[in-house]
């Protein structure tokens, strides 16, 4: 009875293992211009990498520390019940994206003072904003 309770243990530490893991970041994109530049009219999230072309090279985080850093700017986001169809678009400055170990990837589009999480609007966090803004 012992040896089956210990397998058991076993195999439900090694399942919940394996799904923590699919979670972890593994690299995260983020293409960029300056916050203050002004445009005559906004650019939206799903067009912002058309928009700016290659006048900005992508920046690629694989840094434990970056990531780690970055994970907790992102963990401190408190979204509000709107969604991007509520407020139309956002004057997107910077386009994140988020790829998980086995998992689909995240979005993120930040204005200079709006953010955007696959489609769900967060509460202004000027902390992650001015993070977004300093990463190189």
Known sequence: MRKI???FLLIFFI???SSINDNKIIEIVIYKVDFDILTPFSWEC???????GN???PIKIR?????Y???EHLESLEFTNDTIKNIKTIDTRAKIFIF???RLIDTICVSK???LFNDKIAKSNLDFIEFIKKVN
């Open 5 to 7: 309770l210990i397998i």
């Open 15 to 17: 399942i919940t293992y």
């Open 46 to 52: 799903d067009d912002f990498i058309e928009i700016i």
């Open 55 to 57: 006048k900005t090279l």
């Open 63 to 67: 840094d434990e520390n970056k990531i």
């Open 69 to 71: 850093e970055f994970q």
């Open 100 to 102: 998980y170990k086995n």
């Open 113 to 115: 003072y709006k953010i």
